[in-house]
């Protein structure tokens, strides 16, 4: 049929406006986070949240948006930032099927044995991964090593039924021949796999259910110091006992470290995630096993972050020494001499071991005052030992220094000898286990706290963090023209830490 020239240019009209429609229905809708306000420039010494309204669909910050901030004497003039979503850790540690409304309703972290039931578990993002050759490999239950190459016409060799075993009823002999073998395909590839061999079952009543003691594992992910120090807090026992593999780099390099890892186990008739937590002996002797279930702790971890939040409060990191202390003697470096030290009696306190340290002026007026807006963790490069002592002086009644105690040369020393990089020897994921955790956004909206954006670090070297944490180290630096050494605390940073507490919250309130 013919057109006349009127009427198809209405027809071509009409076409155009029909398909401009069409393609505005079939356009997916994308959930905007929006801040009102732009970046403006703000005189004194912290870099706070914008000043703008925060709606709800912003993320709530402190550490992340902070740049590294050097405290003088003089104020200095930072850029505030608009806020930013911050992607958590690569490999962090999946979270699905976890009750939020009930973890916000305790007052405090609750025992295990007590927690709510769990949601039906939900798909997480990271529950499958990617074999080097691209295929994929399930969540749950155990993986079959590969012994060569697959051909079409190869018959796998069937795999023997797994043991049937319970740790509340079965005799702990029926394990005793149980040596699991574990491939490290997923985080370290073309790594040979690790053969456990059984030394000890431990009979344990609160788990009752039947789990499949498999031949074969894959190790999900290797886990910073911070879960054992969860599982070590709430009483969580080890289970079972494995021989330490000789000569194997990968558990020593683990051990020193002080992390764990972790593989999937299976319980029979449950959809219940479980997991076996691997922790090896500083000794390198052991490896101890952890069982628990997956939404249990993840519900203990977030708990913790909660608990903070609705204290209040924000993890603050204190470095020891240069920032708090500084070690009296006659060595060259970094070092207080007897004859300054004389200078200021009032400042020097002896540790147990008979070293002397000196102060930094109002040290212990600082912790005070910070104890009431933060939760106060020191670290260092000393010994344990060393930070133990140095913190008992700083706080003999313990309550100021609530956190962890964190002491990281064995890091380094780990890091150091590889052929990989250095790496910083410091790390929020050894502190806080909620900076590894990631929950899946069901409503297209950030968790409060994921990765970095919490913790907020005091240190005179920001180079010993890794670099995606720069942007939580306030750094303090010596006060110059001092007879004595010693660091502006007052009223710098502390300036400084009200300010970024006092920010946060109003936006956290409005959130």
Request: net charge positive.
């Amino acid at each position: 049929m013919d057109i006349d020239i009127s009427h198809r240019e209405k027809t071509a009209v009409s076409l155009a406006v029909g398909m401009k429609m069409a393609m505005a229905q079939k356009r997916p809708t994308v959930r905007k986070v929006s801040v009102t306000g732009t970046p403006t420039e703000q005189v004194g010494p912290a870099a706070i949240l914008s000043e703008g309204v925060v709606k709800k669909q912003a993320k709530v910050s402190a550490g992340a948006r902070i740049r590294p901030h050097v405290v003088t004497d003089a104020p200095i003039i930072p850029r505030i930032r608009p806020p930013v979503v911050v992607e958590a850790p690569v490999g962090a540690f999946p979270v699905s099927g976890v009750n939020i409304a009930a973890v916000e309703r305790k007052d405090s972290i609750t025992p295990l044995d007590f927690l709510p039931p769990p949601l039906p578990p939900t798909p997480s993002p990271v529950l499958s991964h990617k074999q080097p050759n691209g295929t994929s490999i399930p969540r749950h239950g155990s993986m079959q090593l590969s012994n060569g190459p697959h051909h079409q016409h190869q018959h796998p060799s069937p795999t023997p039924p797994p043991l049937r075993f319970s740790f509340a009823v079965t005799p702990p002999s029926v394990a005793s021949d149980w040596q699991p073998t574990l491939s490290l395909d997923l985080i370290s590839p073309g790594s040979n796999p690790s053969t456990l061999k059984i030394r000890e079952v431990f009979p344990q009543q609160d788990l009752q259910p039947i789990f499949h003691l498999e031949k074969q594992y894959m190790i999900r992910a290797s886990l910073p110091r911070s879960f054992y120090m969860v599982m070590a807090q709430h009483n969580i026992r080890h289970c079972c006992v494995f021989d330490f593999p000789v000569g194997d780099k990968w558990w020593g390099d683990l051990s020193g470290m002080r992390k764990s890892a972790y593989i999937d186990f299976t319980a029979e008739n449950s959809q219940v995630q479980w997991e076996l937590h691997l922790k090896p002996s500083r000794d390198r002797t052991n490896i101890f096993g952890y069982l628990c279930k997956h939404d249990d702790i993840v519900n203990v971890i977030r708990n913790q972050k909660y608990n903070l939040l609705k204290a209040r409060r924000l993890p603050l990191v204190l470095d020891l020494d240069d920032t708090l202390v500084r070690l009296v003697g006659n060595e060259r470096s970094r070092y207080v001499s007897e004859v300054d030290a004389a200078k200021v009696p009032a400042r020097i306190r002896r540790l147990k071991d008979g070293r002397q340290v000196v102060l930094t002026e109002y040290v212990e007026e600082f912790l005070e005052w910070a104890a009431k807006f933060y939760e106060i963790s020191v670290c260092s490069l000393g010994e344990q030992s060393y930070v133990d002592m140095v913190a008992d002086v700083l706080d003999p009644l313990r309550t100021r220094i609530r956190g962890t105690r964190y002491s990281a040369p064995i890091t380094a020393a780990i890091v150091s000898g590889t052929q990989q990089p250095p790496a910083p020897p410091k790390d929020l994921l050894s502190l806080y286990a909620y900076c590894v955790v990631s929950k899946p956004a069901n409503d297209g909206l950030p968790e409060v706290g994921n990765g970095f954006t919490l913790p907020l670090i005091l240190d005179d070297l920001t180079q010993m963090w890794p670099p995606d944490q720069h942007d939580n180290v306030i750094v303090v630096k010596e006060r110059k023209n001092s007879p004595v050494w010693t660091v502006n605390l007052f009223p710098m940073v502390q300036h400084v830490l009200g300010a970024v507490h006092q920010e946060f919250f109003r936006a956290y309130d409005v959130w």
